[in-house]
């Protein structure tokens, strides 16, 4: 299992980039962790590599 991180200031900035990061990759997702504060939002996306 491997796992990448995403913060951004706003939720649909995240969601570009968790996005993005789905389209670009050939990968199986596991589970997506998300969480806000004031200041940004983050997100930490587990997944592991399709054979």
């Known amino acids: 299992m491997k796992?990448?991180?995403f913060r951004?200031?706003?939720e649909t900035g995240?969601?570009?980039k968790v996005n993005q990061f789905l389209e670009?990759?050939?990968v199986e997702?596991?589970?997506i962790k998300f969480?806000?504060?004031i200041f940004d939002c983050g997100a930490l996306?587990?997944?592991k590599e399709k054979e």
């Open 3 to 5: 796992i990448s991180m």
């Open 8 to 10: 951004s200031m706003t």
């Open 14 to 16: 995240l969601n570009r």
């Open 24 to 26: 670009d990759s050939n």
């Open 29 to 31: 997702v596991i589970n």
């Open 35 to 37: 969480s806000m504060t």
């Open 45 to 47: 996306v587990m997944y």
